[in-house]
């Protein structure tokens, strides 16, 4: 069964059409067993390089973790257990080739290969590629969570944030946190405020 949310946009599928998905649940119901299929699941795009990348699947190359706007954009996290392989190389292919592979099967979803890194602000200026960011701050919160303040240059702001939130959303379901962008010029006003109220009192 694969239902209409778990395909891609303007997808359409008949009986007997051969499909490549994931199995993300099997149930067992009167009829029988039923096997649930994704082409949505971050999992799918896990498993597609695995296929497509050797070193993947040889153990070499560890996905992370994938984030996915299907159909649109993803963002897929690697790092290699052999310093002698690029992980972010090895996954794009010469001239691209593993990549585009794979964008095909995914009909043109653009695919952001990442490099994970054990250092969380590392990790999230990676995250938000092709945006440059300038400084990441983690903010404690009461609750014990965690978020990023990230501070890019005024003309790399609509580049960090992406059409519609798209980079931030996709960077912070990467690395599991919340992100707030900000601009050089935003940040400057906030902190002359800080130190105007900080004299007033």
């Not at 965690?146 to 005024?154: A, K, N, P, R």
């Not at 960090?160 to 939130?165: D, E, F, L, R």
């Given at each position: 069964i694969?239902?209409?949310?778990?395909?891609?946009?303007?997808?359409?599928?008949?009986?007997?059409?051969?499909?490549?998905?994931?199995?993300?649940?099997?149930?067992?119901?009167?009829?029988g067993?039923q096997?649930?299929l994704?082409?949505t699941?971050?999992?799918?795009?896990?498993?597609?390089?695995?296929?497509?990348?050797?070193?993947?699947?040889?153990?070499?190359?560890?996905?992370?973790?994938?984030?996915?706007?299907?159909?649109?954009?993803?963002?897929?996290?690697?790092?290699?257990?052999?310093?002698?392989?690029?992980?972010?190389?090895?996954?794009?292919?010469?001239?691209?080739?593993?990549?585009?592979?794979?964008?095909?099967?995914?009909?043109?979803?653009?695919?952001?290969?990442?490099?994970?890194?054990?250092?969380?602000?590392?990790?999230?200026?990676?995250?938000?590629?092709?945006?440059?960011?300038?400084?990441?701050?983690?903010?404690?919160?009461?609750?014990?969570g965690?978020?990023?303040?990230?501070?890019?240059?005024?003309d790399?702001?609509?580049?960090?944030?992406?059409?519609?939130?798209?980079?931030?959303?996709?960077?912070?379901?990467?690395?599991g946190?919340?992100?707030?962008?900000?601009?050089?010029?935003?940040?400057?006003?906030?902190?002359?405020?800080?130190?105007?109220?900080?004299?007033?009192?």
């Open positions: 694969v239902r209409r949310d778990e395909m891609l946009p303007r997808e359409q599928f008949r009986n007997g059409d051969r499909i490549r998905a994931y199995i993300y649940d099997v149930r067992r119901e009167p009829r067993p096997i649930f994704s082409r699941h971050p999992q799918f795009m896990a498993k597609l390089f695995a296929q497509e990348v050797p070193e993947i699947y040889d153990g070499i190359i560890e996905v992370k973790s994938v984030a996915r706007d299907p159909g649109s954009r993803a963002k897929i996290a690697v790092v290699s257990r052999d310093s002698s392989i690029d992980p972010v190389g090895a996954c794009v292919g010469m001239r691209g080739s593993r990549v585009q592979s794979i964008m095909r099967e995914l009909h043109g979803e653009k695919i952001d290969v990442i490099l994970y890194s054990d250092d969380l602000i590392t990790f999230a200026q990676n995250a938000l590629a092709p945006a440059k960011i300038t400084r990441v701050s983690p903010i404690h919160h009461e609750d014990g965690m978020s990023l303040d990230c501070v890019v240059e005024d790399q702001l609509s580049l960090a944030i992406g059409k519609k939130g798209q980079n931030v959303r996709l960077a912070s379901a990467l690395i946190m919340k992100i707030e962008i900000k601009g050089e010029t935003e940040v400057k006003g906030e902190v002359a405020q800080a130190l105007s109220r900080m004299l007033e009192a």
